[in-house]
């Protein structure tokens, strides 16, 4: 199965894929123990930014991807794990049913507290018995109400991820128009395949970060823009951050302006209603930067532009958390964000694809995809009837370790055979220039 999905992948990217398309051949697996093929979706979309990154995909250690999918469970800092989930995020039972939230950022808890008509200073304990006495529906509209982020816990859409995979996984054309199948012309830099190329990272969380660290592992100057008013947590930066400077600027400044003129590529995470609202979506940068290749992940698709999500919401929307239950009563899930990472390396597949054929071919690109699309890929693929076990991984071999403003930051390696991590750098410390 990941050869038929590497396939697709590669027709997609409008390009030829890999004479072997088996990436291990053995038939080892990435230890991500789930019912869906979590392994599968895995492999391929790492399979895919290695073929492009020119590095040899049979030589990719399924351990080391697991755990760069988990990454975050393998995270320090001066010896400490990060506080990774809010309180206010998770499953909560209602009167009816169930539904997921997340409060990971502040503002998103005070929103979910303030739908709810409770005060900033309760605890979970409130929410959940605020919870318990709504239906799903009016929990999900109170809370929306007051911008929080809910969805419910559903049962999968079969018809509805049908009409998704009709649909490319990687959406890329070329000034309106679907490319010609061509072979991917050959980097000027066999060891930096990107060197050259700068990009400018308007993403945050996992999935747009884990793209743009992967160009910047593969020799972009990557230069990450994030808003002076949002701040983001530090553990979930430096996680993702490596190689990439970093620094904070208002999306309307005529900066901002300069920065896109000298830039060969943009990636953009953010809703695209609200890139919209600033003149930063795909279709005013092509207009005012004719020359931009333009990355553009959301977490619900074009369709549903004004709308938040993120993985673990994804998940439960789509079906996935009642697939994952273990005991069909309490929802669950997949054993990593995996939307989230195989986003991150599909989308940067892309981008890689999209720079190099811009070089000989000119013009101006835009690469899309989505979680729920990614999700709709993921639920179409062949199910695992017995979960395996999890196996023991001696995640030392798999680690590296940086000093970032005097602190010790340990973080998984890359997962590109013959690539290493420059270290991240401080969030929002450098200058917004290039």
């Given at each position: 199965?990941p050869?038929?999905l590497l ?18 051949g053995?038939?080892a697996?990435v230890p991500l123990?789930s019912?869906?093929?979590t392994?599968e979706?895995?492999?391929a ?38 506080q ?5 995020s ?6 009816d049913g ?6 990971n950022?502040?503002h998103?808890a005070a929103?979910?507290r303030?739908g709810?008509?409770?005060?900033e200073?309760?605890?979970p ?7 318990s ?8 509209r ?5 911008a ?5 816990v559903s049962?999968e ?9 009709a ?6 054309t ?9 072979d991917?012309?050959a980097?000027a ?10 990009v400018?990272?308007?993403?945050r ?13 593969l020799?972009a100057d990557?230069?990450r823009i994030d808003?002076p ?13 490596h190689g990439?400077r970093?620094?904070l600027?208002?999306?309307r400044?005529?900066?901002?302006e300069?920065l ?5 590529a ?21 207009r005012?930067?004719p ?5 553009q992940l959301s ?8 709308r938040?999500?993120?993985d673990?919401?994804v ?12 005991d069909?009563?309490t ?6 964000q995996?939307l989230d ?5 599909l989308l940067?597949a892309a ?9 000989f071919e000119?013009g101006s690109?835009?690469v899309?995809t ?7 890929e ?7 009837d017995?979960v395996?076990?999890?196996r ?10 940086f ?9 998984v ?8 991590f420059?270290a ?7 200058h917004?220039?290039w």
């Amino acid at each position: 199965m990941p050869s038929w999905l590497l396939r697709r992948v590669f027709a997609d990217l409008r390009t030829s894929p890999p004479a072997d398309v088996d990436p291990f051949g053995s038939g080892a697996t990435v230890p991500l123990p789930s019912r869906l093929a979590t392994d599968e979706l895995a492999l391929a979309s790492v399979s895919a930014i290695t073929v492009i990154a020119g590095s040899d995909h049979r030589t990719l250690d399924p351990d080391r991807i697991s755990l760069a999918y988990r990454s975050d469970r393998f995270f320090s800092v001066d010896g400490s794990p990060p506080q990774v989930w809010s309180p206010f995020s998770g499953f909560w039972p209602t009167s009816d049913g169930w539904i997921r939230t997340h409060g990971n950022y502040p503002h998103h808890a005070a929103a979910l507290r303030r739908g709810l008509r409770l005060t900033e200073t309760v605890g979970p304990a409130e929410v959940a018995s605020a919870l318990s006495r709504l239906t799903t529906a009016d929990a999900i509209r109170a809370i929306r109400a007051s911008a929080g982020l809910a969805v419910a816990v559903s049962s999968e859409h079969p018809a509805h991820d049908h009409t998704l995979r009709a649909t490319p996984l990687l959406q890329v054309t070329r000034d309106g128009e679907r490319p010609d199948v061509a072979d991917l012309p050959a980097s000027a830099n066999a060891d930096l395949p990107l060197a050259g190329s700068r990009v400018l990272d308007l993403t945050r969380v996992i999935a747009g970060p884990v793209c743009t660290r992967t160009l910047a592992l593969l020799g972009a100057d990557v230069l990450r823009i994030d808003p002076p008013h949002l701040p983001e947590p530090d553990w979930q930066h430096l996680d993702t951050g490596h190689g990439k400077r970093t620094a904070l600027l208002d999306g309307r400044s005529s900066q901002m302006e300069e920065l896109l003129a000298s830039a060969d590529a943009a990636v953009l995470g953010y809703r695209p209603a609200a890139l919209h609202r600033l003149g930063l979506d795909p279709a005013s940068l092509a207009r005012r930067h004719p020359h931009l290749v333009v990355a553009q992940l959301s977490a619900w698709g074009s369709k549903h532009s004004d709308r938040a999500g993120f993985d673990s919401l994804v998940q439960a929307e789509s079906g996935i958390s009642w697939i994952e239950s273990r005991d069909g009563r309490t929802p669950g899930a997949l054993p990593a964000q995996a939307l989230d990472h195989s986003a991150g390396y599909l989308l940067a597949a892309a981008v890689s694809v999209a720079l190099r054929r811009r070089e000989f071919e000119g013009g101006s690109w835009l690469v899309t995809t989505s979680l729920r699309r990614i999700a709709a890929e993921l639920l179409g693929l062949q199910r695992h009837d017995v979960v395996a076990a999890e196996r023991t991984i001696d995640v030392s071999r798999h680690t590296t370790g940086f000093s970032v403003g005097g602190r010790r930051v340990i973080t998984v390696g890359p997962v590109i055979p013959g690539f290493d991590f420059a270290a991240p750098r401080p969030w929002g410390r450098d200058h917004p220039r290039w």
